[in-house]
Nanobody, 119 residues
Framework: QVQLTESGGTVVQAGESLRLSCTAS????????MAWYRQAPGRQREVVAT???????TYASFVNDRFTISRDDVGNRMFLQMFSLKVEDTAVYYC?????????????WGQGTQVTVVS
């Protein structure tokens, strides 16, 4: 049974940084295209960043070079380093496979980690 666990979210001031982490039990990240997602109140879940099994990275347009996605397949972990956070980055952040690529199935969603950015 696959279980994803996100951590690192907290309340920060606008302009500050955060590093989110994702770990998994019951599966290995290696060989899979992975992604970070977020869901703000009243909005649909959206892709923030992806990292392929070959370590190719893509970012949503709203990221604007402020975030860096990375993965550690040996440690079975994934990270999202976020800089220059904005109030509009407030959301619950989730990790999962990049299932929208059509190359991999999604895992069950974890609980996510809440990021709150205050001005």
């Amino acid at each position: 049974q696959v279980q994803l666990t996100e951590s690192g979210g907290t309340v920060v001031q606008a302009g500050e940084s955060l590093r989110l982490s994702c770990t998994a039990s019951g599966t290995r990240f290696g060989g899979k295209d992975m992604a970070w997602y977020r869901q703000a109140p009243g909005r649909q879940r959206e892709v923030v960043a992806t990292v392929s099994h070959a370590f190719t990275r893509t970012y949503a347009s709203f990221v604007n070079d402020r975030f860096t996605i990375s993965r550690d397949d040996v440690g079975n972990r994934m990270f999202l380093q976020m800089f220059s956070l904005k109030v509009e980055d407030t959301a619950v952040y989730y990790c999962n496979t990049d299932f929208q690529s059509g190359n991999v199935e999604p895992f069950p969603w974890g609980q996510g980690t809440q990021v709150t950015v205050v001005s």
